[in-house]
Nanobody
Framework: QVLLVESGGGLVQAGDSLRISCVGSGRTLRNWAMGWFRQAPGKEREFVAA???????FYNDAVKGRFAISGEHAKNTVDLQMNSLKSEDTAVYYC??????????????????WGQGTQVTVSS
């Protein structure tokens, strides 16, 4: 079984920065990518950023240049540094990982395991 635990969410003001983290345990040593998705109230879950251990990093255009994903394969950790936050970044942020799945890292259906989510609220 795989367990993903997020941390670091909170309430910030527009323009501030925030860093959220995710730690995986269990079978994650065999994973090949970790990513972040978010879901705002009344909206569908959307891709934010992902890191493939073998092919680099990927970003949603809405966060490119403001957010940075980083991680350590050996430790099964992935962080998301969020700068210049906007009110539209307010959402529950979910960490996810791919173990046996295949396909695009941009698609939620590719991911096998998900964390419980951490709330990020940006006040304007």
């Amino acid at each position: 079984q795989v367990l993903l635990v997020e941390s670091g969410g909170g309430l910030v003001q527009a323009g501030d920065s925030l860093r959220i983290s995710c730690v995986g345990s269990g079978r994650t040593l065999r994973n090949w990518a970790m990513g972040w998705f978010r879901q705002a109230p009344g909206k569908e879950r959307e891709f934010v950023a992902a890191m493939s251990w073998f092919s680099g990093t990927f970003y949603n255009d809405a966060v490119k240049g403001r957010f940075a994903i980083s991680g350590e394969h050996a430790k099964n950790t992935v962080d998301l540094q969020m700068n210049s936050l906007k009110s539209e970044d307010t959402a529950v942020y979910y960490c996810a990982t791919v173990v046996t799945g295949s396909g695009s890292v941009y698609r939620s259906s590719t991911y096998d395991y998900w964390g419980q989510g951490t709330q990020v609220t940006v006040s304007s």
